[in-house]
């Protein structure tokens, strides 16, 4: 009968890996760095002052009493200027989605010559940059008051940012796919079509969801400068100091944006 192995001696425990002092001196600049600025900026944001949000305000007393007590008579208005922004968010984000996918290809390092994806990530850069409301004030200068200026303001915005997202997944492709597509012959448009879109079209429809969740309150703002949706009303109750009104369309607004933000968890499970 053969002898069982005897069993070989336990390996060493490697020693805990250390920073070298170099590390340790560049972390120390850093964080050291932001807390200096925070603290030469304790002054310009005026936070020494924050002790007045609890001062014996009769304004600030009056509002939160009203706040706590919601005026619903006019909810079928206020669910209907809901539907509104959640049809200007919808609208917005399909379309900043038909034009990301094409601004995203033509923006990945491995898809495109340098010389298109240079212009294409400062197209890329501008319309992130731009803040939506800058964006609908335009819009509404240029189509007049209502929800169209609110859609064309979130495509804008919102077709930078999936673009920048869309070329990042691209680039994080797997490479023998497309090679593979590529052995058979097939053209640049072909490997595009069954080597890329396969790998990054659950990515895709992730970032497309979550930015239709951050569109549904942006459409929210957006009605503040007339861009259509309960914005609009939420800024007319609040000039006219109905603070109750201005409460029940808060909730409104929660209500919406958590249901929208639920399905579109849903749907994610199911597709990554």
């Given at each position: 009968?053969?002898?069982?192995?005897?069993?070989?001696?336990?390996?060493?425990?490697?020693?805990a890996?250390?920073?070298?002092?170099?590390?340790?001196?560049?972390?120390?600049?850093?964080?050291?760095?932001?807390?200096?600025?925070?603290?030469?900026?304790v002054?310009?944001?005026?936070?020494?002052?924050?002790?007045?949000?609890?001062?014996?305000?009769?304004?600030?007393?009056?509002?939160?009493h009203?706040?706590?007590?919601?005026?619903?008579?006019?909810?079928?208005?206020?669910v209907?200027?809901?539907?509104?922004?959640?049809?200007?968010?919808l609208?917005?984000?399909?379309?900043?989605?038909?034009?990301?996918?094409?601004?995203?290809?033509?923006?990945?390092?491995?898809?495109?010559?340098?010389?298109?994806?240079?212009?294409?990530?400062?197209?890329?850069?501008?319309?992130?940059?731009?803040?939506?409301?800058?964006?609908?004030?335009?819009f509404?200068t240029?189509?007049?008051?209502?929800?169209?200026?609110?859609?064309?303001?979130?495509?804008?915005?919102?077709?930078?940012?999936?673009?920048?997202?869309?070329?990042?997944?691209?680039?994080?492709?797997?490479?023998?796919?497309?090679?593979?597509?590529?052995?058979?012959?097939?053209?640049?448009?072909?490997?595009?079509?069954?080597?890329?879109?396969?790998?990054?079209?659950?990515?895709?429809?992730?970032?497309?969801?979550?930015r239709?969740?951050?569109?549904?309150r942006?459409?929210t703002?957006?009605?503040?400068?007339?861009?259509?949706?309960?914005?609009?009303?939420?800024?007319?109750?609040?000039?006219a100091?109905n603070?109750?009104?201005?409460?029940?369309?808060?909730?409104?607004?929660?209500?919406?944006?958590?249901?929208?933000?639920?399905?579109?968890?849903?749907?994610?499970?199911?597709?990554?």
């Amino acid at each position: 009968m053969t002898e069982a192995p005897l069993p070989t001696s336990a390996s060493p425990i490697p020693a805990a890996p250390q920073k070298s002092a170099v590390s340790w001196a560049m972390d120390v600049l850093v964080w050291g760095g932001v807390i200096a600025v925070l603290l030469y900026s304790v002054n310009a944001v005026d936070l020494g002052n924050i002790s007045r949000l609890f001062s014996g305000n009769d304004s600030m007393k009056m509002f939160v009493h009203d706040l706590l007590r919601p005026d619903f008579s006019d909810w079928r208005m206020f669910v209907a200027k809901m539907w509104e922004t959640i049809q200007i968010a919808l609208w917005g984000t399909f379309l900043a989605v038909l034009f990301g996918i094409p601004l995203g290809l033509a923006a990945a390092r491995n898809m495109a010559p340098q010389w298109v994806v240079t212009p294409v990530r400062w197209i890329m850069n501008l319309l992130r940059s731009v803040p939506d409301l800058v964006i609908g004030l335009l819009f509404v200068t240029a189509v007049g008051l209502g929800p169209l200026a609110g859609v064309l303001a979130i495509t804008l915005n919102t077709a930078g940012v999936l673009a920048k997202l869309f070329s990042e997944a691209v680039e994080s492709i797997d490479k023998g796919p497309v090679e593979g597509v590529r052995a058979t012959g097939a053209s640049k448009l072909h490997e595009i079509v069954w080597g890329v879109i396969p790998q990054v079209a659950p990515l895709w429809t992730s970032f497309a969801l979550y930015r239709f969740e951050s569109n549904s309150r942006s459409a929210t703002v957006l009605g503040l400068i007339g861009a259509g949706g309960i914005g609009q009303v939420l800024f007319d109750s609040m000039n006219a100091f109905n603070f109750k009104a201005v409460s029940a369309i808060v909730i409104i607004v929660v209500i919406a944006v958590t249901l929208i933000d639920t399905l579109s968890q849903i749907m994610r499970k199911r597709l990554l």
